[in-house]
């Protein structure tokens, strides 16, 4: 003898399929998450939060961004790592640090632009005036002179002008600069390092992923806050 039909009764393989999409979603939103907070995908959109960008997963139709209460993927890295601190909305950008690059020359030829974003910056603070700058003058020049033949930029970007016996004043011309590099390996291996390289930020375009970091032998660049863009040497 059966018993009453029941209309109402819950099928548990309906039941099953439910719980087994949300697991399904959750999964595919944490290994997401992982993936990039290891660098391996980055979807990173402008203006999103700060030091959690990289883990937006760009979902179709979310328009949380730039609000950040509610979701879940900075959510969750904040539930891995509370010491990072609180969420603070602000723009990222790339720059390089001076200590760490080796003057390899790759900054002038892999920048997307025509004309590199990294340009030689100059510290007064910590150069020797010198009258015999390794930064400008080519190893082995037999006259201190401001003959082209005499000078290490291909360019001539780097000026030079007396100031007073026996120091020079050195100025980059960063209209003619392409971040070579090569008066920054002079000035570095010969004197104080006031001549350094830098992102110029008036010319980046921010590249979600930047060509030159992703080739960078000695990974000297890394995302900064736009609010202090620059690494400056003698500050």
Known sequence: MSGPDCSCKADPASGRDERRGFMGSTYW??????????????????????????LCLDTPGCEMCPEITGCGAVEALAAMAP???????????????????????????HCVLTESAVKCVH???????????FGFFQPGTPVLDEGAENQMCPTGALARRFVEEPYYEYTVNESLCVGCGKCVKGCNTFGNGSLFLQVRHDRCKNCNECAIARDCPSEAYSRFPSSTPYILRGQ
């Open 123 to 133: 510290s007064y603070a910590i150069c020797g005036y010198c009258r015999l700058c």
């Open 83 to 109: 010491s990072a601190g609180p969420i603070i909305a602000e723009n990222l950008v790339w720059q390089l640090d001076p200590d760490k690059c080796v003057k390899c020359g790759q900054c002038a030829t």
């Open 29 to 54: 939103a944490i290994l997401l998450g992982l993936l990039a907070v290891l660098g391996i995908v980055s979807t990173r959109r402008p203006g999103y939060a700060g030091r959690y960008q990289d």
